[in-house]
Nanobody, 121 residues
Framework: QVQLVESGGGLVQAGGSLRLSCTASGVIFSIYAMAWYRQPPGKERELVAAISSGRSTYYAASVKDRFTISRDNAKNTVYLEMNSLKPEDTAVYSC???????????????WGQGTQVTVSS
């Protein structure tokens, strides 16, 4: 049974930083592509960043140069380092997984429950 568990969300002031973590179980983590999505209040879910099994990365234009995705295969964990946070980054952030080697996919097979990130102005 595949499980993804996120942590690290919270309340932060604009300009601050947070690091999200997502730990996977029930998968051979190293062969899975991982991604972070977010869903702002009243809006659709959007892809934020993704990392392939080979560590190639993809970023949405809105977060490029502010967010960094990384993975630690020994810990079955993917991270999202978020810097220079803005109020518009407020959302529920979820991690996702899919077996494969592409940088990112249009859909993912497994999802975490999400963690709330709130950025105050």
């Amino acid at each position: 049974q595949v499980q993804l568990v996120e942590s690290g969300g919270g309340l932060v002031q604009a300009g601050g930083s947070l690091r999200l973590s997502c730990t996977a179980s029930g998968v051979i983590f190293s062969i899975y592509a991982m991604a972070w999505y977010r869903q702002p209040p009243g809006k659709e879910r959007e892809l934020v960043a993704a990392i392939s099994s080979g560590r190639s990365t993809y970023y949405a234009a809105s977060v490029k140069d502010r967010f960094t995705i990384s993975r630690d295969n020994a810990k079955n964990t993917v991270y999202l380092e978020m810097n220079s946070l803005k109020p518009e980054d407020t959302a529920v952030y979820s991690c996702a997984a899919r077996r494969g080697s592409a940088d990112y996919y249009p859909s993912y097979d497994y999802w975490g429950q999400g963690t709330q990130v709130t950025v105050s102005s």
